[in-house]
């Protein structure tokens, strides 16, 4: 079995590329950087890499590329990164960047492998979405909006799977804060207690290997994006302003 990670150069990424060596599959890498893919390869074994900057578009096509004619199995779409700060006052260019990643990657690889994961009849895709996926996200409004895209495209393609009877499963990934370099790369510090990347991973290849559609990591979790489906987009923008405020004086 091989599986195609992206983000696989740290935290949550990182994780389940460890976790699926140690389950025998075989693995190809993406990330930028080069060094940390390499030096994976050499740990882990029965490793392929392909360097790869996902805010390129061009560079998303170059790591489908390198998969062709490789019988992947499980394509899991993690990489991604938040940009903090007022919408209006947020760089521009780095946002975009953030949202050909969180957004252009996932959405050209989870079709393309789809494609060829349906003509098989088989194949998993596990997409990194977040809890912000569920919520209005003031102060990091772009990147929660760009979870919920994840969100909603998955659930609506797997949906669409289930009605032809396929047996190609999507799986979304929800967590609230892990214990990444998430944090550090936006500039921000934890509100809430975070889990664990290793326990993140195991929450969502657990899910992605029983068909389950959502994974959320913790109960606090769980409960806080259920008691939000009960919330006005007004008032959950409300809340989420002052836990995004607790991160970084703003
Ligand atoms: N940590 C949290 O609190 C949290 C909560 C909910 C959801 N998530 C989601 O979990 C996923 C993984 O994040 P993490 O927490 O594990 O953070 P992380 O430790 O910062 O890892 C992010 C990964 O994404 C890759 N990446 C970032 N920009 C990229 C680019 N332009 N091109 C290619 N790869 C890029 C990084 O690789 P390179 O630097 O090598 O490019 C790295 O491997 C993300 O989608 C994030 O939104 C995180």
Redesign the pocket.
């Known amino acids: 079995m091989k599986a195609l990670i ?9 994780c389940i590329a460890e976790k699926l060596s140690q389950r025998g599959w075989e693995l190809i890498l ?4 080069e060094e ?2 390499a030096e994976m390869a050499e740990r882990l074994g029965k490793c392929e890499i392909v360097a ?4 390129q578009k061009s ?1 998303i096509f170059k790591v489908y590329d390198f998969c062709r004619g490789k019988n992947v199995d499980m394509l899991v779409n ?5 940009v903090f700060g007022r919408f209006s006052e947020t760089d521009l260019d780095t946002e975009i ?1 953030m949202l050909t ?2 957004i252009t ?1 996932v959405h050209i690889l989870m079709k393309l492998f789809l494609r060829e994961f349906r003509e098989k009849d088989s194949g998993i895709i596990l997409n ?5 996926a569920y919520l209005t996200g003031p102060l990091m409004a772009s ?1 929660y909006a760009s ?1 919920s895209y994840v969100l909603k495209l998955s659930a609506a393609a797997a949906e669409e799977l289930r009605r032809e009877g396929s047996k190609v499963k999507i799986t979304v ?13 936006a500039g921000v510090t ?1 509100s809430m207690k ?1 889990v664990s ?1 290793e326990k993140t991973a195991d929450c969502g290849l657990n899910a992605a290997f029983s068909g389950k559609l959502i994974a959320i990591p913790n109960l606090v979790t769980k409960l806080g994006v259920t008691g939000a489906r009960f919330l006005s987009h007004k008032l959950t923008a409300r809340l989420v302003y002052g836990m995004q405020e607790r991160k970084k004086g703003v």
Request: proline share 6%.
């Open positions: 992206t983000g696989a150069t740290s935290g949550i990424g990182k993406t990330g930028r950087n940390i893919l790869a900057d996902l805010s560079e993690n990489a991604g990164f938040g960047d990643v969180n990657a990194v979405a977040s809890a912000a990147y979870k990934l929800c967590p609230g804060p892990v214990d990444t370099e998430f944090n550090n790369r934890f975070p990347a």
